[in-house]
């Protein structure tokens, strides 16, 4: 079992930053990927960013994202940060942190709770 929590949410203005944090506990060393989704109102949840946690880091951006938004390990303290820059309203969202863990040939998948980001115009 794998427990992830959000912070970082809040209200921002247009072509502001912001930085989501997700801290992971638990069984931390069966985690192999994490990321970040997020989901607006009536649209389905997409990812945002990833980052593999055994294969040297290599990140994924969604397109809409890249040039604007970091991932980031922090593999002591078992966080992963995304640093949103040049934020848009576009980018209001529920963003939800996701570990993936693979154990026994098979693979978890692990939600927070979500923190919400409202930028406004």
């Known amino acids: 079992q794998v427990q992830l929590v959000e912070s970082g949410g809040g209200l921002v203005q247009a072509g502001g930053s912001r930085r989501l944090s997700c801290a992971a506990s638990?069984?931390?060393?069966?985690?192999?990927?994490m990321g970040w989704y997020r989901q607006a109102p009536e649209k389905q949840r997409e990812l945002v960013a990833r980052?593999?946690?055994?294969?040297?880091?290599?990140?994924n951006y969604a397109d809409s994202v890249k040039g604007r938004f970091s991932i980031s390990r922090d593999d002591a303290k078992n966080t992963v940060d995304l640093q949103m820059n040049s934020l848009e309203p576009e980018d209001t969202a529920v963003y939800f942190c996701h570990a993936v863990t693979y154990y026994m040939f098979t693979e978890y998948d692990y939600w927070g709770q979500g923190t919400q980001v409202t930028v406004s115009s």
């Open positions: 638990g069984n931390t060393f069966m985690i192999t990927t």
């Open positions: 980052i593999s946690l055994t294969s040297g880091g290599s990140t």
